[in-house]
């Protein structure tokens, strides 16, 4: 199959102008006028190479060739909604990509003998409402029957009055469930720099990494800067420092896939002369394995204890949020990994440490995930970018497994 690269280009460019924000990137939050403007783009695109569209109840947007047998559906697709400043190819490369695909293997070899669908899921990212994966969520039937009344974006506006503003039903939500697709592949960018510095064109993800979100609170005295001896302190931010340097070092030491970030920390008194008395951090941590990633959660909270004790201090700790690891099929995988040889590459296998859609629709049908650098390891940017030849390389390589898959 020949892959014309330069629509691939052209169908992100003009997807791309949707949403754009003067001080660069794009933002199509879910169900704002711009992320309108995207799925009825994209309709547009499935109806002029003979896919029959249709939406469902939170907005996916689906098209559909229609198979000669009665199998179930091979899906494939990404996410059209974007975070602020968001960059060309996160989501976006997703749906060009199998829209390219899929158009390719209809000129080229007739209808499928499975139906062949492309997915525009309408939201993953979670940059409007305090939700990741609503799409992805409706499709396997998971969205609670409040969850639309109750989740509000930061002008007061529910998802429930999101919705009815774009004529959609919430009451309806249930029947966007889906229980007849047989699997779902997605092509994405990796977002990180692993592919890049290996001088590797592809990757076939092999696990979508699970993580913990935690809150960690250490309690000391708040005390007068220049009255207290250094030997008498119990400066809680000086033992939060000493934490966070010592939970860098252990995800260090565990080495890849381990992942231990703290992006947010706050102080209290928050005062330039008073012995800080309290210091609040999170923790983000991630792991393609559950029993790593429990392993590493158990380092952090007792080298922790270890150091508060050690300096007079309390320190609690609450879990925010976690979610298990995913592995893709490994029938998928392997088959991930032929359609690339096929295409005269040999891939490396990747965890994912971002979540996608593919952990959500793992609940329902076989998933499994492409991934093509990203130069300098940039994304959520505007200065995300990839070459335009491991573009066209995934998206013939996506093409070869969708042939596999339905053909």
């Known amino acids: 199959m020949q892959i014309d690269g330069a629509v691939v280009e052209r169908r992100l460019d003009e997807l791309y102008k949707i949403g ?79 829209l390219t695909a899929i158009e390719t293997l209809h000129k080229e070899r007739g209808k499928p003998k499975s139906p062949l669908e492309l997915v525009a899921i ?41 919705m009815h503003e774009l004529g959609l039903d919430p009451a309806k939500i249930s029947s966007a469930a889906r229980d007849d697709i047989d699997t779902f592949v997605e092509l994405h960018i990796e977002q990180g720099a692993v592919l890049e510095t290996a001088r590797q064109p592809l990757a076939v993800v092999s696990a979508i990494a699970g993580g913990a979100h935690l809150e960690i609170v250490v309690a000391g005295r708040a005390d007068h800067a220049g009255t207290t001896p250094m030997v008498l302190r119990r400066d ?36 330039i002369n008073v012995i800080p008395g309290r210091a609040i951090f999170t923790v983000d941590l991630r792991h393609a394995d559950m029993g790593g990633r429990r392993a590493l959660e158990e380092r952090i909270r007792s080298l922790c204890a270890t ?21 893709m099929d490994p029938d998928v995988r392997a088959l991930l990994a032929r359609a690339a040889s096929d295409c005269g590459v040999m ?11 593919a952990q959500i629709l793992a609940s ?24 335009p030849k491991d573009l066209e390389l995934g998206t013939k390589v996506l093409a070869r497994a969708l042939e596999l898959l339905a053909y």
């Open 122 to 162: 309408c939201e993953e990212e979670g940059s409007r409402f305090p939700t990741n994966f609503w799409g992805s969520r409706a499709i396997v039937g998971s969205i609670g029957q409040t969850e639309a009344d109750t989740i509000i974006d930061p002008d007061g506006v529910t998802i429930a009055q999101a």
């Open 20 to 98: 754009a924000e003067p001080a660069g990137g794009a933002y199509r939050p879910l169900y704002s006028t711009a992320w309108a403007e995207g799925v009825d783009c994209v309709e547009r695109w499935m109806n002029s190479v003979g896919l029959e569209t249709r939406r469902d109840a939170v907005g996916n947007l689906w098209g559909r060739l229609d198979g000669t047998g009665r199998g179930k559906a091979i899906v494939t697709g990404s996410h059209i909604d974007t975070v602020r400043h968001g960059g060309r190819l996160d989501g976006a490369l997703g749906i060009v990509a199998g």
């Open 236 to 271: 809680a931010l000086a033992g939060a420092a000493v934490m966070i340097q010592a939970i860098e070092s252990i995800a260090r030491a565990l080495g890849a896939p381990a992942i231990a970030t703290v992006g947010r920390i706050r102080v209290e008194p928050d005062q």
């Open 307 to 327: 150091i508060a004790s050690e300096r007079s201090l309390v320190v609690t700790i609450r879990t925010l949020h976690e979610r298990p690891p995913v592995p």
């Open 347 to 357: 891939a490396t296998e990747l965890v994912s440490g971002a979540g996608h859609d």
């Open 364 to 387: 329902r049908c076989k998933v499994g995930m492409l991934f093509v650098p990203s130069v300098g390891g940039r994304s959520h940017s505007p200065e995300e970018r990839s070459n």
